[in-house]
Nanobody, 127 residues
C-alpha cells in the first residue's frame, strides 16, 4: 500500500489562498497519475483535480477551474494543489489519491479508479 501524506490544510478567510501538498513515500511515484478529491460533511466525495504522470495533462472540476492549480514535482515525489480565491463552499476534507497508469498523459477523474489514498487534510474557509 503506497503511503500518501497530505499537508497544508487549515483555516482561511474567503478570498484567501492555501497550498496543499501530498508527499508520496514510494519509489514508483513516477508511474502514478495523481488526483485531489474533497468531501464536505454529509456529501459524496468530489473530484477536484488530476495530473498525469508527466505533469503535462491536468483536469479540474468545474468549481476549481480558474481558481485551483494542480502540479507535481517528481524529484520530491510530491503533488501540490494551489487554491486561490477560496470560498466558504470549498470547506471540506481534501484527499490525495494515486493510481498506476501506463500512459504518461493519462489522467483519472473517477475516485473508483484510484488505488491509494491519503488520510486527508481539512480546509475551512470562513466568510
Amino acid at each position: 500500500q503506497a503511503q500518501l501524506i497530505e499537508s497544508g490544510g487549515g483555516l482561511v478567510q474567503a478570498g484567501g489562498s492555501l497550498r496543499l501538498s501530498c508527499a508520496a513515500f514510494d519509489p514508483t511515484f513516477s508511474r502514478w497519475a495523481m488526483g485531489w478529491f474533497r468531501q464536505a460533511q454529509g456529501l459524496d466525495r468530489e473530484f477536484v483535480a488530476a495530473v498525469s504522470r508527466d505533469g503535462g495533462v491536468t483536469s479540474y472540476g468545474d468549481f476549481a477551474k480558474g481558481r485551483f492549480t494542480i502540479s507535481r514535482d517528481g524529484a520530491k515525489k510530491t503533488v501540490y494543489l494551489q487554491m486561490d480565491n477560496l470560498k466558504p463552499e470549498d470547506t471540506a476534507t481534501y484527499y490525495c489519491a494515486a493510481t498506476f497508469v501506463g500512459g504518461l498523459s493519462t489522467i483519472a477523474e473517477s475516485p473508483g479508479i484510484y488505488e491509494h489514498w491519503g488520510d486527508g487534510t481539512q480546509v475551512t474557509v470562513s466568510s
